[in-house]
């Protein structure tokens, strides 16, 4: 298994001199984010061992999914993403100064993040649509944990996007926030 690339590497590979302020003051990790979501075999890797890195490693579907689903309200938002780093960034999608750039690159995003034929076959309706509003939330939350990146010291979903771009799923958290770790199919 080739090692994950660092999420602070993903968002800064290269430089693109068309864009300028598109996205606000951190345009340019938008942008790489946009590039790395172009390249994702989402869910390509699951399941597969994976060195270096601190995580709990979840073996099925069902053991990625089910947990998320059972805690919604308490741990995880309804869309199965954990309450403290959610709502952190929720703060930041209305406030003036960056809602403007937050939609701009939230209306992108779908050219680039192309998960939909990735979504395994067999799920039954109520698992394909978690995914799907999963994933959906997930690209608005890293977006908007980029814009906003000078607001806040929050990673968590930039983190994420090492696990994505490797074509594993983040399906979840072990621990009392921010100490503990992510799970990780």
């Excluded at 309200?73 to 403290?84: A, E, M, R, S």
């Excluded at 929720?90 to 960056?98: I, L, N, Q, V």
Aim: aromatic share 16%; proline share 4%.
């Amino acid at each position: 298994m080739a090692d994950l690339m660092d999420w602070d590497v993903l968002l800064t590979f290269e430089t693109f001199s068309q864009y300028k302020n598109q996205y606000g003051p951190h345009t340019q990790a938008v942008v790489n984010c946009f590039e790395t979501l172009d390249t994702i075999s989402w869910f390509s890797h699951v399941g597969a061992e994976r060195e270096g890195r601190e995580e709990v490693r979840v073996d099925t579907w069902s053991d990625a999914i089910d947990p998320i689903f059972h805690k919604q309200g308490t741990v995880f938002d309804k869309d199965g993403h954990l309450n403290p780093p959610s709502a952190l960034i929720a703060d930041f999608r209305e406030a003036k100064t960056y809602k403007k750039w937050i939609a701009s690159a939230i209306s992108a995003v779908t050219e680039y993040a192309d998960y939909e034929h990735y979504i395994p076959s067999y799920f039954e309706k109520p698992e394909a649509d978690f995914m799907r509003r999963y994933i959906n939330k997930y690209l608005a939350h890293v977006l908007i944990e980029i814009i906003t990146a000078d607001e806040h010291e929050c990673t968590f979903y930039r983190e994420q996007l090492t696990w994505f771009e490797g074509g594993h799923f983040t399906c979840g958290w072990v621990g009392e926030y921010p100490a503990g770790v992510h799970r990780v199919f």
